[in-house]
């Protein structure tokens, strides 16, 4: 493979590199061994937020109305999980290892680095970050800040699936990639405690639900948040957040009811949400969300593919 580089290198400025074998829950080629505890001076950022949801869960409604708070700033997607810092030779490695900055220890610098120069430029005193890909790496975001603090915000499965088929109808895993974000979520459900909250009642009675949410963060409620689009929010565009013309009209709107069938994949984590469907997808007693009259979600363009960067990559022979 040296002589194949070398040659690779001359002609073309590329390089082969061996994949190493995928563990559990991290991205393929990719192994991070623990990093050292944060010692003092790592971190500037304390107890930062992150709302884990899946994609088409309504994240993006739920951080703007908490960035129109004055005390909370909640940026557009920020993608973490995609960011990471290569050290290259024996040399550099031994100096970062002697600084117990070995593992991730460099790469949870960047990253608190970054939430620090958002919240500074902010002026604000919270940070919050709604990235839905979070939920792959909760794990890693707890060893980086041991004092995070995590919403997890809850959408009926068959809801999202129909959300994101309107979004992107030619993608035949649409039902397969909901089902590995509503599971790496609540894994990290069941392993962190934090604050649940669903998306119907968000819509449904905004008001409520944001004083539960400033009652978690510890600030008062503000009646200012609720009218976002008093706020500047920065641009809704595909890759930091929802970008259909529903986010954008400044209001909250009440979510449409939820499909009257679950896919069959979703319907396990369905019932653990309490989105109680019979084993033939009908409604029990009572539905998830308020009876409101149906309308379909507004139709947007296709994004690309970048918009669900660090999604589980589909199986090669997909």
Known sequence: MVTVNRALARHAGVRLVRLRRRR???????????????RPGDRLVEAPTFILSSIRSG??????????????????????????????????????NELGLGGDGLQFLLWDRLLHRLLAASGKRLIVDKTPNNVFIADRLRECWPDARFIYLLRNPAAI??????LRPADGRN??????????????????????VRYEDLTADPAAITREVCAFLGVEWEASMLDYGAHDHGPYVAGLGDFAAKIGRGRVQRAAPAPLRTPGPLRAVSAAWGYERSPEGEPEAAAAAPPVAAQPEAAAPSPPAAAEAGAPSPPAAG
């Open 24 to 38: 559990a829950g991290r991205p393929a080629g990719v192994i991070h061994p623990p990093a050292p505890p944060p």
């Open 59 to 96: 994240s993006t409604l739920l951080r703007v109305l908490l960035n129109s708070h004055p005390e909370i700033h909640a940026p557009h997607e920020l993608h973490l999980r995609a960011m990471s810092i290569r050290v290259r030779g024996r040399w550099a490695r031994a100096a970062i």
């Open 161 to 166: 699936a129909r959300s994101r088929a309107q």
């Open 175 to 196: 039902v397969e990639r909901i089902r590995e974000y509503c599971e790496a979520l609540e894994h990290a459900r069941q392993r962190y405690p934090g604050l649940t």
